[in-house]
């Protein structure tokens, strides 16, 4: 079996705010609206995750863990306050790559070296108790 990801992949859940914004002529983003999410895996290169159907491939959205949302808009929301997640993230930027239903795979933009270590850090360690528990249920 041949593996076709630059980057090692776990399955990790974690509650993101996203956000569309419209891109002026001038490169300056205007905030368009928002979704809920929920990751189902990621890796440093990307995530895939679960959203209420409103993505389609080629768009750049902006994922936020709860620590990161800083609009009052979004604090007043009460999908808000049903985030949990004991991953704490800078703003992520990433472009939608492919949809099925209300699941997509989104790929980073420039990444930031804290989030990439962060993220790192999160699926090694998610992947080593995978490897852990598939040979403990082999013997």
């Not at 290169?45 to 959203?51: K, L």
């Not at 099925?100 to 980073?108: A, I, M, P, T, V």
């Not at 420039?110 to 962060?118: D, F, Q, T, W």
Request: proline share 2%.
């Amino acid at each position: 079996m041949t593996n076709r990801r630059n980057f090692i992949r776990a399955k990790i859940a974690v509650k993101m705010c996203g956000f569309f914004f419209e891109e002026g002529d001038a490169g300056e983003r205007a905030y368009n609206g928002c979704f809920m999410s929920k990751t189902i895996d990621m890796s440093e290169g990307g995530m895939q995750i679960i959203h209420n159907g409103s993505l389609k491939p080629g768009m750049v959205v902006e994922l936020r863990t709860k620590n990161a949302i800083g609009f009052p808009k979004c604090l007043k929301c009460d999908q808000y306050y049903n985030m949990r997640s004991k991953i704490e993230l800078a703003p992520l930027t990433a472009r939608v790559v492919w949809t099925q239903g209300s699941r997509c795979g989104l790929e980073f933009v420039k990444l930031s070296n804290l989030n990439r270590n962060v993220i790192a850090k999160i699926v090694w360690k998610k992947h080593i108790e995978e490897i852990k528990s598939s040979k403990e249920t082999k013997q």
